[in-house]
C-alpha cells in the first residue's frame, strides 16, 4: 500500500508559510495607506478605514490662494458685467439719437414755384411730399398721410414725389414705398429724375412735405412723423388738420424725420421701423 510523501523539512516550509502571510501583509498596508489628494481641496482618502475620504483642514496659506482666486474671479465676472452693461447702454443711446435726429430743414418757395411741374388745384390746397425711393423711414410718413387724407375728406390735393438718380433703374421707381402711396385715395405719386422737383421746393430730406393753399401761398413745411419711422400723432399732422379745417394757426412748420433725399443708397432701417412690423 502507497502512502503520501511527508514532508521532509518542516522547517522550511514554516519560514515559507510566514513570508508568505509577510507579503500579504504589506500589501495590505500598501492598499490601506491614506492618500491625500490636494484639488479641489485636501483630502485623506483610505480604501481600508471606517471614513473612507476625510477632509483635511487647509494650511492658512492655502486658504489665503483660494479667498485670492475667488477675489479673483469675481472681480473679472464684475467687470465682464459691467462692460456688457455699457455696450447695451451706448447701443440703445445711438439708437435713440438716430431715430429722433432731425433732417435738414427744406427751404421752400413762399409763392407755389413756377419752375415745377406738377399741377395745382387752384379750389383746394395742395400738399407735396418728396420721398426718397428707399427710404424704411418714410413708410411711417406714408402711413400718417393716409391718415391726414382720411381726416381731411377730400378738401386736400396731395402729390408724393420720389426723387431718383439720373437714369436710375426701374427699381428705383416701382418700388413697394411708391405703391403704398398710390393706394391712397387722393394722392398722385411722379418720380422725380435727377431731382428737379425737390430742388424747386428746396426739399433735403425724404419725408418733407410743403402745404400751399388755393392762392398758391406757402402755410406749412416740415415733417409729420414725430421720428424716424414712428408711426402716431405727431405735431406735423395736427398742424395740416388744423390749417385744413380752419382749427389752428395760418401757418405752420416741423421738424422731418428720415434720409437724405439725394442719397443715392438704400437707408438703413431705424429701431421704430422694426417695432412698428
Given at each position: ?244 379745417l380752419g382749427q389752428g394757426s395760418r401757418t405752420g412748420n416741423s421738424e422731418v424725420f428720415g434720409c437724405p433725399i ?16
Amino acid at each position: 500500500m502507497l502512502m503520501g510523501r511527508r514532508d521532509t523539512n518542516p522547517g522550511l516550509s514554516r519560514i515559507s508559510k510566514t513570508a508568505n502571510q509577510q507579503d500579504a501583509k504589506s500589501q495590505h498596508d500598501n492598499l490601506c495607506q491614506p492618500k491625500v489628494f490636494t484639488a479641489p481641496a485636501r483630502v485623506s482618502y483610505n480604501p481600508c478605514g471606517p471614513d473612507r475620504a476625510v477632509i483635511l483642514p487647509r494650511s492658512p496659506r492655502q486658504n489665503d490662494y483660494a479667498l485670492m482666486k475667488l477675489r479673483f474671479r469675481a472681480s473679472v465676472t464684475g467687470l465682464a458685467i459691467c462692460l456688457w452693461l455699457a455696450a447695451v447702454f451706448v447701443g440703445v443711446g445711438w439708437l435713440w439719437s438716430y431715430n429722433h435726429a432731425a433732417g435738414a430743414p427744406a427751404r421752400p418757395p413762399a409763392q407755389w414755384p413756377e419752375a415745377s411741374a406738377i399741377a395745382r388745384v387752384p379750389d383746394r390746397h395742395t400738399l407735396v411730399m418728396l420721398a426718397h425711393p428707399k427710404c424704411p423711414c418714410t413708410r411711417a410718413s406714408i402711413e400718417e398721410l393716409s391718415k391726414l387724407m382720411t381726416t381731411t375728406r377730400g378738401r386736400l390735393n396731395a402729390v408724393v414725389v420720389f426723387v431718383t438718380p439720373n437714369k436710375a433703374s426701374s427699381e428705383w421707381q416701382q418700388t413697394d414705398l411708391r405703391a403704398s402711396a398710390a393706394r391712397i385715395p387722393g394722392v398722385t405719386t411722379i418720380v422725380d429724375d435727377g431731382g428737379r422737383e425737390a430742388s424747386s421746393f428746396g426739399a433735403l430730406t425724404s419725408g418733407q412735405v410743403v402745404l400751399y393753399d388755393a392762392h398758391g401761398q406757402l402755410i406749412f413745411h416740415g415733417g409729420i412723423t414725430s421720428s424716424r419711422g414712428h408711426i402716431g400723432d405727431n405735431a406735423g399732422r395736427n398742424a395740416i388738420v388744423g390749417l385744413i379745417l380752419g382749427q389752428g394757426s395760418r401757418t405752420g412748420n416741423s421738424e422731418v424725420f428720415g434720409c437724405p433725399i439725394f442719397d443715392a443708397s438704400e437707408c438703413p432701417v431705424p429701431n421704430n421701423e422694426q417695432a412698428n412690423k
